[in-house]
């Protein structure tokens, strides 16, 4: 049934390492249980450059990437109940069927009702609805929001206030829980702790929001690009090290914490990192949370002596929030002024440019850019 085909503007990821191009592409409508979106704004996350280059085991050429928008709802296929059209949504590449295992445990968010055929580039019915040419595009996390239009399964649609600017709030869709989400969901981080937080981008200078909203002691942020202090500083960071200039990271941390870090975030994807983010926090208690993704077949490794002695290494995935029932929140905290984004968005980009946004990623010139549609 092709009935639905429609034309959409998308960037296209062709194979790895090469530049996106922008194309008009096929769109088929949704099928049950899914909703054609309008997608207004997408930011650009590390995880997309992951993934466009090569290094994601899961990464499938050629593929619609983008996981972190913000649009509307253009239509929506049988059964869809809790959506309709003019809804005001942010696309979820962690879904909340609120049935399965996973969801009904309320001991994780990672819903797996859609899990292993978001992982082949496909909606839950096995096939695409993107085309070219007559030939088939990979969805990509569940979401594809580097195209102006996608379906998007119900479950993995957080319903928002109609009055959120989309170019802001599509940093909630990724980097803004994720950071946020990994200090209050996943660490439950108490107010007087000390943390450190390895890696200021995206994701890590949103750990420091969070933890200065949780009223975090000493929050101790690192990094090799020493142009990223100033802007932690204003987030809450209180201490800066750069591992270039310390002889020795880890005990640099434990001087500053009397011992060792409550806890840290390792918000970079590199598995040396991740070893010292452990080994900086506290004997008895320190957890250390690993929120970047580390590159295919990457093994992390630390004498088992450290966590005999009480050190906890964990991990999390989209911050351990529930989104459709965290992401509207969040989105709450935004509009009240709870919580700062406008400073985090960098650049802001037309959908022809979004391989400057990748570009400055890779030079460290941008914290978020936002492609507007
Ligand atoms: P980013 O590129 O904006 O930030 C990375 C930062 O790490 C940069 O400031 C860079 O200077 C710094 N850095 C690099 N190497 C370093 C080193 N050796 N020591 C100290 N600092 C170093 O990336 P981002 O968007 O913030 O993403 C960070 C990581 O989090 C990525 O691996 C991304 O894939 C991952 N991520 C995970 C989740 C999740 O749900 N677990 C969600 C979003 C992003
Ligand atoms: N596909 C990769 C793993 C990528 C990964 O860890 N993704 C995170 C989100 S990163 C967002 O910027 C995640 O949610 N993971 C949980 C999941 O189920 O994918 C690989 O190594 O195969
Ligand atoms: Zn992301």
Redesign the pocket.
């Known amino acids: 049934n092709r009935k639905n085909l429609m034309k959409t503007r998308a960037a296209v990821a062709w194979q790895a390492k090469q530049p996106l191009t922008i194309e008009h592409i096929d769109l088929d409508g949704p099928k049950t249980g899914e909703v054609l979106v309008e997608i207004k704004a997408t930011g650009i996350?590390?995880?997309d450059?992951?993934t466009l280059s090569g290094a994601d085991p899961e990464g499938l050429f050629p593929a619609v990437l983008g996981h972190e928008g913000a649009g509307i709802v253009v239509d929506v296929g049988k059964d869809v109940k809790s959506l309709q059209p003019g809804d005001h949504v942010i696309p979820l590449y962690?879904p909340e069927c609120r049935e399965c295992k996973f969801c009904l445990s309320q001991k994780t968010n990672l819903c797996q009702a859609i899990r292993s055929t978001q992982g082949q580039g496909l909606m839950p019915d096995s096939t695409s609805r993107f085309s070219l040419n007559n030939k088939p595009l990979f969805h990509y996390m569940g979401t594809s929001t580097f195209s102006n239009f996608t379906v998007v399964p119900e479950i993995a649609l957080a319903k928002i206030r109609p009055d959120a600017p989309f170019d802001k709030v599509c940093y909630i869709g990724?980097?803004v829980t994720?950071?946020i989400g990994?200090v209050l969901f996943t660490a439950k981080v108490e107010a007087g702790s000390h943390i450190a937080v390895?890696?200021?981008?995206?994701?890590?200078?949103?750990v420091i929001q969070g933890a200065k909203m949780v009223g975090a002691d000493k929050i101790i942020g690192?990094?090799?690009?020493p142009e990223?202090e100033a802007m932690a500083r204003d987030f809450g960071m209180t201490h800066f090290l750069?591992?270039n200039n310390e002889a020795d990271?880890v005990d640099a941390v434990v001087q500053l914490t009397d011992g060792g870090a409550d806890y840290s975030f390792e918000?970079?994807?590199?598995t040396?990192?991740m070893r010292q983010a452990l080994e900086c926090t506290h004997k008895g208690w320190g957890r250390s949370i690993?929120?970047?993704?580390?590159e295919a077949g990457a093994e992390i490794s630390t004498r088992p002596f450290q966590l005999v002695t009480g050190r906890k290494w964990e991990?999390?995935?989209?911050?351990g929030a529930r989104g459709r029932t965290d992401v509207p929140k969040i989105v709450d905290w935004y509009m009240e002024g709870k919580i700062n984004i406008d400073t985090l968005i960098t650049h802001t980009l037309k959908l022809e440019d979004i391989n400057e946004g990748f570009q400055l990623?890779?030079a460290?010139k941008?914290?978020?850019s936002v492609v507007v549609y």
């Open positions: 996350c590390h995880t450059y992951y962690t990724c980097g994720t950071g990994a390895f890696g200021l981008g995206g994701i890590g200078l949103n690192i990094d090799i690009n990223r750069n591992p990271i918000c970079i994807g590199n040396k990192v690993i929120v970047g993704v580390a991990g999390t995935a989209f911050g990623m890779k460290g941008s914290i978020r």
